[in-house]
């Protein structure tokens, strides 16, 4: 199931919700308005479980980004690493390798070139830390 344009939404909802802390419900309605339902389900469920674990994730960015404050973060990079973090410490269904393409291609689509290289870096060493056994489908024999 390609679950891109889920995050894409997720993202979006997160960015303004981390900008102008305001109704989250309120927000995921409106933003979710239109979306198939599979699609806002994933966005619904990614939303709700990046937020519920916030500062859980926060310190692991902040661990694996070295020299870097999430506060001090551009706020979409923040959300998209917050966003990649959650789903490799939270949705062992889904291989790294997508989660990590997904966040990058969300910064090239959102961010700059040098935070596809940041989202990249942080979201790889968060990895080798919660899932030091990798991918299972790519481990070989």
């Not at 040098?114 to 990249?120: G, Y």
């Amino acid at each position: 199931m390609a679950r891109h344009h889920a995050r894409e939404l997720a993202l979006k909802i997160l960015f303004e919700h981390d900008l102008a802390p305001t109704d989250l419900p309120a927000v995921m309605e409106r933003s979710l308005n239109g979306a198939s339902p599979q699609d806002g389900s994933y966005a619904r469920q990614l939303v709700e479980g990046t937020v519920s674990h916030k500062e859980q994730l926060d310190d692991q960015i902040s661990q694996a980004a070295k020299d870097w404050r999430i506060q001090r973060m551009p706020p979409i990079d923040r959300n998209i690493l917050r966003l990649g973090c959650y789903e490799i410490a939270h949705q062992p269904d889904v291989p790294i390798s997508v989660i990590i393409d997904e966040a990058v291609e969300l910064a090239q689509s959102y961010s700059t070139d040098e935070a596809k290289r940041f989202v990249n870096g942080v979201l790889g060493t968060i990895a080798e830390k919660l899932r030091p056994e990798g991918d299972t489908d790519r481990r070989e024999t």
